[in-house]
């Protein structure tokens, strides 16, 4: 296996791009946002401690998580997040495991981490170098309300219970500054690092 590399930013930041130029480039991906999501699904491995935690109101009509509802009650309450977290976190953490170990030998392992920065040591300690993608706040802002058609106040909601940016930037070993690149441009960035990590001119 080859480096492993902490990959996180907060909502808006073009996280998600810069991971997919990376599996371009020949990274081996393990998204732990896409393992949540696959776990609070219908049939999800978490869905019946959610149920047994949360009660059936949290459960929505398919069997899934209601993320709706859930993201409603935690801006209310955030101990509902540390709830959550309780149950999808370790779950994600044996997951991810897995999924790290399927990389070819010697090939640069990305794991995509929203929450690294929150998470403290518990995947810090688990990667060699972490990358964060960021951007001004007004600009997250921007791209998740174009993006997701999300209100102002939801969304600044959501940037408030995530790290801060001044956090995020204090774990970083590279920084992608996302702000006025176009995709190109963004590509050219990451390029740089990709080339770093192999040791290329």
């Known amino acids: 296996m080859g480096l492993k590399i902490g990959l996180t930013g907060g909502i808006g930041s073009g996280k998600s791009t810069v991971a997919h130029i990376l599996v371009e480039l020949g990274a081996h991906l393990v998204d732990t946002d896409a393992i949540s999501r696959s776990l609070t699904a219908k049939g999800g491995a978490a ?36 709830r959550l977290a309780g149950i999808l976190h370790p779950l994600i953490g044996q997951i991810a495991a897995q999924q790290t170990l399927q990389a070819r030998p010697g090939q640069i392992v990305v794991l995509d981490i929203p929450l690294l920065t929150e998470s403290g040591d518990r995947w810090k300690q688990q990667v060699d170098e972490v990358v964060v993608v960021d951007c001004q706040p007004e600009t997250q802002i921007h791209r998740v309300m174009a993006r997701s058609h999300w209100s102002r106040e939801a969304v600044e909601k959501v940037i408030a219970q995530q790290a801060s940016r001044s956090a995020r ?15 190109d441009e963004l590509r050219q960035e990451v390029n740089k690092l990709w080339r770093l990590w192999n040791n290329a001119a």
Do not use: C, K, W, Y
Request: hydrophobic share 45%; aromatic share 6%; net charge negative.
């Open 47 to 82: 869905i019946e401690a959610i149920r047994q935690q949360f009660g059936p109101d949290f459960i929505d009509a398919t069997g899934a998580l209601d993320r709706d509802r859930m993201r409603q009650a935690a801006f209310s309450d955030h101990h509902i997040l540390q």
């Open 169 to 183: 930037l204090a774990i970083a070993d590279h920084v992608i500054l996302n702000e006025d690149l176009d995709l």
